[in-house]
């Protein structure tokens, strides 16, 4: 199975300009910073919640809990993967009971990476709501989960697979759409 390009859906000023629009839509909805918390799932959802972080604190002058969220273990096709999956580390080094948290990841596809994600979450704690925050959402879903913040919709077909690059793993930031071929 070979990937092509077949298109490049935002560059790093389509990304840097949805992070602002998605944090204002954080601050509008939630009123403000009050008990607010930003957790990104490992990989790319990690940086992007850093990113609106920061942006968040930029437009309220305040910052808000940021945490990274490992959810390896608590996938559904952990049977699936490699012998020994790799287990990054959980850091959410705040108490969730209360806040209002938005979880964080590059691509909504199928939902089970949220659902994974949700499992995680409440093991640690328990938030007062639960708001999902994506780059990306995809379609295809498998199980009723739907993003509150989205940078952009785009409809695929199941051959189609989206790219999300952030300068903080790969070196640069872009998001592109690309074909499986045989």
Same mark, same amino acid.
């Given at each position: ?17 949805? *992070? ?12 403000? *910073?009050?008990? =607010?918390? =930003? ?12 990113? =609106? !972080?920061?942006?968040? !604190? ?25 012998? !020994? ?42 938030? !007062? ?54």
């Amino acid at each position: 199975m070979k990937l092509l390009d077949k298109a490049l859906l935002m560059d790093d000023d389509a990304i840097r300009r949805a *992070i602002t629009r998605i944090a204002h839509e954080i601050l509008e909805k939630n009123e403000g *910073i009050e008990n =607010l918390a =930003l957790v990104g799932i490992r990989r790319r959802g990690v940086p992007l919640a850093k990113r =609106l !972080q920061e942006k968040i !604190q930029e437009i309220e002058g305040s910052t808000v809990p940021f945490g990274a969220l490992d959810i390896t273990l608590y996938r559904d096709d952990l049977t699936t993967l490699d012998v !020994q999956p790799v287990i990054h580390k959980t850091e959410v080094p705040f108490s969730l009971n209360g806040k209002k948290v938005v979880l964080v990841d590059d691509v909504l596809y199928t939902g089970r990476t949220v659902r994974a994600a949700l499992d995680a979450l409440i093991d640690i704690g328990r938030p !007062q709501v639960i708001q999902l925050a994506v780059l990306i959402d995809r379609g295809h879903k498998e199980l009723p989960i739907r993003a509150d913040y989205v940078g952009k919709n785009v409809p695929t077909s199941k051959r189609e697979v989206i790219s999300v690059r952030v300068m903080e793993v790969d070196g640069e930031d872009g998001v592109s759409i690309q074909d499986m071929v045989d």
